[in-house]
Structure formats: C-alpha cells, structure tokens
C-alpha cells in the first residue's frame, strides 16, 4: 500500500470536510472544500484509495503546500 | 601524396569521441536512468541532422615520435541541427568525461555555442548536466580570482533575441544553474535531476542535513519558480522542446510561423453556455473552458506549478501561433498572488518579445489580499506585470469569463490602447465583489429596519439586478458580450486580423517598477 499525501495548493480555510477515515474515494473525488476568495474550492482526490488520515478540522486555515490528507492507494 | 592520412586521423579521432567517456563511466550514467550526451541530442533533433563544430577537440597525449597514445575526447558537445526541418543549435556537457580541467577547449566550445545561436539568430537548447567548480580549483590554479559570470552578457543578449530552451538533466550546481533558468523555457526531469546553488554537503555546513530531492528536486524547483516545468523522462522533455519551439519564429526578426489547421474556425462547443456555474461561489475546469476555443490538441501549457491561479499557454487559433492567459478559480478563486503576478509578466514579455498575439480569458477576483499577502510582496510584483501588460506592443484579445475586480482586474489589458474585448453574459465586474461588502455599507439601514434580515434581502436583490452585464453594455463600457459558443469564431477573427499588424524587431521597454 502506497501512501499518497494531498497537500493544499494555496492558502484558505476549511469550510467543509467531506470524506471521513477509512472512506473509499475515486480519482477527483471531493475530499474536502475550502473557502478563498469567497470562492468554494475542492480539494480533489489525487487518486482513487482509501482515506488513511485527515490532518484538518473545518474551520481552520491551512498555508500553501500544508499537507490536508493521506490517501492509501 | 594526398591529405588521406590527416583526414584517416581526424575520422579515428572522431570514432573515439563518439564513444565519450570510458565504458563503466557510460554503463554507470545508464544505471542512473540517465542518457548520454550524443544520445540526448539524438533523441531532440530530426534524424542525421546533427553538424557537429568542435568535433576532434579534447586532450591529446603524444610521444616522442609526435604520435598520439592517448586521446580524452572533450566533455562539451554542441553543434547546428534541425528540429521539424527547422534549424537550430544544441550543446551540452558529457557528464561520462572526466573534469574539465582536462578539457582544453570545453570552455570555449561552450561560449561558442551561445554566440553561435545570437549572432546567427537561431533557436539554442541547452542540455545542462553538470556541476560547478570546487575548492580544490584553487589548488589546481595556484591562486585565487574574483567572480566574473563567464559569458553572463551573452547569455542575456541571448535572451533578447531568439528561443532558449534549457534542460536540467541531472545535477545542475554552480554556475550551471544561471544557464537553466536564464532561459525563455526550462525543465527538469522528476527524480533525475535537481538543482541548486550549493549541494547538501555544503548546506550541511549551515547545520541543514538534507538529501538532494529535498534540496532541489524538480518539482521543488517548479514550485518555485526557479524552472518552468517538470517532466517524468529525457524523452518527454525533448517532444515539449520541440513543441514549445513549433510556436515561435527563429529570432525576433522573425514572425511565428502558421500550422496547418483542419479544425473549423465555426466550431461551437455547446457545453460552453452553461460552462460557468450560475451560483458565484462556485468553480469550473478553467483547462477544459479554455481549450474548447483553440485549434484541436494545439493548448500548450508552460509553468503549471507556480503562480497556479494563472494558466500560462501557447495555443493556435486557425492556425496562428497566439499565447494564452487563463485565470484559475481553483487556485485563490483566480486571484493574483505575488508568484502570480511574477508568472503574468514573464510569460507576457515572452510574448511580445517573439511576437506572439496575446489572449486573455479572465475570471479575476482581484489581488490576494491579507497580512501574507502583504508580506510576499505582491503590490511590487502586481505593478511590475501591469507595466508589462501596458508595455506590450502586439496586438491583445480580452475575454471576461466572468469576473474582473479591482486593480488586478483592470490589470487585463492596457486600457490607453483599444479594447478588442468581449465578455460572456456570466461578466460580474466592478471595483470590489459585493458580497460581504453589503453589511458593511448599509449598516445603519439594516439596523434601523423592523426586519433587518428582509432589508438584507431587498438590497442584495437591487444590487444584484445593476451588476447585471447588460447594464454596463447599455453605458457600452463593454463592447460586446458573446455566446460562449461562438468564441472560438470570435477568436479566430482576431488571430487573423492580428498576423498582419505583427511586427518584426527586438523588444525596446523600459525598466519595471
């Protein structure tokens, strides 16, 4: 099992956590949406697997390139 | 008594230069997934057209008799080749090849290389895999000497005047890594190549213990900007050079030659009217919006990796060569970061210097804004992309997807020239977005109603009726607003109005701010 780190491609906040801790995912599917901009933002599943950890809450900010998730391939 | 006997020397020489370095030397630049010199300029050019200048130089031993018992072939290979029929000139350094202390000429060839493609006007791809000096040069020289940059002019002149391409192969260290990125397109392959100013032993120095990946990996190095693109083989880099130089003329005495085109100019993808999402906060493939107008399999993106909430391409539109900016609400809703800003300036001076007409389909929330924002940098970084935006002499189509706010909204054309602009009816523009703006203007209002939420309500639905586009049309302060559908016709019309006003000659702007 290979480890796949989802990390956030810019600066925001967690507005919604959409997936939870042993959730099967497919390629694109929404792990979680953030809020930048006043835009909601998806954050898709790089790969289909399954959610090995999610390392924010809602609510929080996260910073460019801060690691959001693991998925396990 | 015929030269025969000079000619059978010179092609033995030849014979052993193209074998490169010693054979465990060769089997162990293989194992690391590596390809050879004279295999990386193959596999970039069109078959048999490499002309190869310098092609005996490298370090000879003779004996007594004046008879040669050992030649070191150098470790510099350049010369003239041709990419898609078209001429070029490529070198690069023979990583199988002992230093280059050895090499008498190395230096030297790889000047030439540089002044060749300036003076000569020709596209130059460098393929770079090598290491700076070390310490112990100053013991092999017996001194010491100032810094100089060797040929750093050149490389600059350069820059202004045809296509660079460079390519980080494997470790570039020392002053190789100025040839990388002063370039007009650069690359590096994940996992086989890395990149930096000083290696891990001597970071170590500074108490950082890191591997070279961590250091400067490709995608590390992509990320920030320091190259433009990442690619996963030798050969993906190759195929991507040749595309990137497939848009662009040889020189700027030149204009970017027209591809053949059997896509329709009256295409209509009918996807498109319904393409942005009504709802404000929501996002789209801004990759699959834009392409759907550009001639079939001709977007050509460049720089994915950094300033993302931009999209950066060379497309073709009836055939004509034209660069493209796309905003991406995935990345900051579209808004412009500092790296943003950094990324729209470069890639439009690239377009005006190589004569490119620039297309820009906007979506543009505004600057980022916030303490870190503050702290990157990015009014400097704003205002110097909108002096190259304002600076560009060629010809410029805007289309508003759908917003554009603020100063980094205005930033989209240079608005002392005409605007050939049009705008989809998702258009919603003005000098900030409304939302969260509205309690902070009508407070008093709001408090002073029986029913706050209902007055909420009321405004925000006036409001929302003027920020119509149609109002602004009305005041023609847009000057057309499209189907979706027919912007491919629309774009078509504007490359083949703007092949003709393209203008031969170097670039001439002033500093940036």
Known sequence: MAQQVVRSELAANVWKVEVAVGDKVEVDDTLMIFESMKMEIPVAAPCAGVVAAIDVEEGQSVAEGQIVAILER | M??????????????????MGEPERVARHHA??????????????????FHEIGSISGSVEYDEA???????????????????????VVGGNDFT???????????????YLERMAGQLGLPLVRLIDGVGGNVRTIERLGRTYIPNNPGFNTLLENLNRAPVVALGLGIVAGYNVVKLATSHYSMMVRERSFMFMAGPPVVARLGQTVTKEELGGADLQARAGNVDDVVDSEEEAFERTRRFLSYLPASVDE????????????????WLISAIPRDRRKVYDARKVAKAHFDKDSFFEIGRQFGGSLITAFARLDGWPVAVMVSNPHIYGGGWTADTSEKAMRFVDLANLFHLPLVNLVDVPGFVIGVEAEKAGTIRAGCRAMAAVSQAQG????????????????????HAKLQYRYAWPSGDWGSMPMEGGIEAAYRADIAAAADPAARLKEIEDN?????????????????????PRATREVLCEFANFAAKLRKTGPMSVGIRP
């Open chain 2, 2 to 19: 015929s030269w025969q006997p000079e000619i059978d020397e010179i092609e033995r020489r030849r014979a052993i230069a193209r074998q």
């Open chain 2, 32 to 49: 690391d997934g590596k390809l050879t010199i004279r295999e990386r300029i193959d596999g970039l050019i069109d078959p048999d057209s």
């Open chain 2, 66 to 88: 004046g008879e040669r018992v050992r030649y070191t072939p150098s470790q510099f290979i350049f010369g003239r080749a041709r990419i898609d029929g078209r001429p070029v």
């Open chain 2, 97 to 111: 090849i002992g230093p280059r202390g050895q090499d008498p000429g190395g230096s030297e060839k790889s000047a």
């Open chain 2, 255 to 270: 204009l970017p030659p027209r591809a053949a085109c059997d896509d329709p100019v009256t295409r209509r993808e009918d």
């Open chain 2, 395 to 414: 010809p410029a189509c805007t289309i508003i997807l759908r917003k554009c706010f603020g100063v980094a909204g205005g930033a989209h054309a240079d």
């Open chain 2, 463 to 483: 409001l929302n009726q003027l920020r119509s586009p149609l109002r602004t049309a009305e005041h023609f302060m847009i000057e057309e607003i499209i189907d």
